[in-house]
């Protein structure tokens, strides 16, 4: 069972999602407990036009996605008109990439993504995981590449680019063409979790990360997740030094060093006031 707080703001912009900001960091809850927070296409319009926000606001440095009740995300919501699909390809194809569009938002954000899973995160769920930068599992998870079982290719909302990355070609493929379910134990086994927790400390497990998180520089933390993003489909090494390099000058300038340096030398946590 999920302990997803029932505190959020009180001018709530969304009906399918909610943003309860705590300073820096945006607690994103999938608000569609009956449905297993399945996907309808609003619910994927007000998430994509969260992240198309949250993308140009550097007061937000950190953002966690999680579900109310008893499920992380149990994929699209089959009570969904699929009309805009039957129209032909053309019709169907941009119907498809509203739901992709959400995966690359999240994948070129330049906030860090932490997703708190648990319960069923079953395909667009199971995406929606898999586009975070750091997922941390309940007990009760299990995850699934479900499109493979309703007649479609495995592959979908970037699981063919992220999957094979995280856990290997072999498990990747296996996931992918049996839409068998991962849970929390093989989860952890494979590192396509971080950690698994309690369902009931999933809070505190990323409060512990978050505290950490914060304690880098804005910039820092922003050109990590760039860099890795990069270097994760980087072609050579110097592909990847060259970013690095140019990444490291960036975060040099201002200051960012200069605090993380006295803080370092003062036995104390730096501060860094310009964001």
């Known amino acids: 069972m999920s302990t997803v707080s029932a505190t959020t703001d009180a001018l709530q912009p969304y009906e399918n999602i909610l943003i309860h900001k705590e300073g820096p960091v945006d607690w994103v809850t999938f608000n569609r407990p009956d449905k297993l927070n399945a996907l309808s296409y609003e619910m994927v319009a007000e998430i994509t036009d969260y992240l198309q926000k949250v993308t140009a606001d550097p007061s937000i440095r950190i953002i966690v996605l999680r579900g109310a009740g008893r499920a992380y995300c149990a994929g699209l919501d ?5 009309s805009q699909m039957k129209t032909g390809p053309a019709q169907g194809l941009l119907s498809q990439q509203k739901f992709s569009a959400m995966i690359k938002l999240m994948h070129h954000c330049p906030q860090p993504i932490i997703s708190l899973v648990h319960g069923p995160a079953c395909g667009g769920g199971f995406a929606l995981a898999l586009g975070s930068d750091i997922r941390i599992a309940g007990e009760s998870v299990k995850m699934n590449a479900a499109f493979i079982k309703i007649g479609l290719s495995g592959c979908e909302l970037g699981m063919s680019y992220f999957l094979p990355r995280m856990i290997g070609l072999s498990v990747a493929n296996e996931l992918l063409m049996t839409g068998r379910f991962i849970h929390a134990d093989r989860a952890l086994r494979t590192g396509l979790v971080s950690d698994v927790v309690p369902d009931d400390q999933l809070e505190a497990a990323a ?24 270097g994760i489909s980087a072609t050579s090494l110097e592909a990847s030094l060259a970013i690095e390099d140019r990444n490291q000058m960036l975060a040099a300038q201002g200051p960012y060093l200069k605090e993380g340096i006295a803080a370092f030398f003062e036995g104390r946590d730096p501060v860094y006031d310009d964001v």
């Open 78 to 82: 089959f009570n969904t008109d699929f």
């Open 207 to 230: 409060q512990e990360l978050i505290d950490d998180m914060l304690k880098t520089s804005p910039i820092g933390l922003r050109m990590t997740k760039e860099t890795m993003r990069e």
